[in-house]
């Protein structure tokens, strides 16, 4: 079984560009995170999808970042324009769709903001 | 708020030594228990988790935790480490349903000497 995909694995963007991240969860699995993971923290949920609604997105600083998910199966997050603070892993996560079903996650994507 | 906290940030240890790393919760009520690792440069995975029943809950690669609710806790065990175990160790709970989010400790780096 495939697991999650996520591209680029790196990113190195000057302040004030925009980024954009993508995701691919493992096949049939309904809910999605993105979740921003600062070095030395633990993973802070940016937002979540059950199919291509929005379940929680009550940490996502709006302003600056977007996340779609239209047909329920892959996923894009954009932050626009990126500031020094943006710098930090990015990870992708998928459950199959039980409260009790294990989250997978992707590799992440490392982004620095110079 | 809803919080979980790890009480090692880092710890050493020689190989065959015992391990325990301390988690603490702060929900009321009924919470899920989540103990992931991510190994250098590889995906967060799940050790183990705790939903209900037995307290005391096997994991991968001899790894155990027990849930001790009267102390809002949910301590990782081993009783020999090897080097391969060295990673980062994160703690997570959530409140039963659906939709309720992981909350992250800040995570334990672990390094085992050989």
């Known amino acids: 079984e495939a697991g999650v995909a996520q591209s680029p694995r790196y990113k190195i963007i000057e302040k004030r560009q925009s980024v954009a991240f993508w995701c691919n969860p493992i096949?049939?699995?309904?809910?999605l995170y993105w979740y921003q993971q600062i070095l030395g923290q633990g993973p802070k949920l940016l937002i979540q999808?059950?199919?291509?609604?929005?379940?929680?997105d009550s940490q996502l600083p709006k302003d600056r970042f977007s996340a779609e998910r239209l047909k329920g199966v892959d996923s894009t997050l954009k932050i626009q324009p990126a500031k020094l603070e943006d710098s930090a892993v990015y990870l992708c996560?998928?459950?199959?769709?039980?409260?009790?079903?294990?989250?997978?996650f992707g590799p992440g994507t490392r982004l620095t903001v110079l | 708020a809803q919080s979980v906290s790890q009480h090692n940030h880092h710890v050493i240890l020689s190989e065959a030594a015992s391990l325990e790393l301390g988690c603490n919760y702060s929900?009321?009520?009924?919470?899920?228990l989540f103990w992931y690792v991510q190994y250098p440069g590889q995906h967060l995975q799940l050790l183990l988790k705790?939903?209900?029943?037995d307290p005391l809950v096997k994991g991968i690669k001899g790894f155990e935790a027990e849930f001790i609710k009267s102390k809002f806790s949910f301590n990782l065990r081993k009783p020999s480490v090897q080097w391969s175990d060295t990673a980062e160790y994160f703690c997570?709970?959530?409140?039963?349903?659906?939709?309720?989010?992981?909350?992250w400790g800040l995570g334990t780096s672990l390094a085992v000497n050989p």
């Open positions: 996560a998928s459950r199959l769709g039980r409260p009790s079903d294990t989250q997978y």
């Open positions: 096949s049939g699995h309904a809910t």
């Open positions: 999808f059950q199919n291509n609604g929005v379940v929680d």
């Open positions: 929900y009321g009520g009924t919470v899920n």
């Open positions: 705790y939903f209900s029943g």
């Open positions: 997570a709970a959530k409140a039963p349903g659906n939709n309720r989010k992981l909350i």
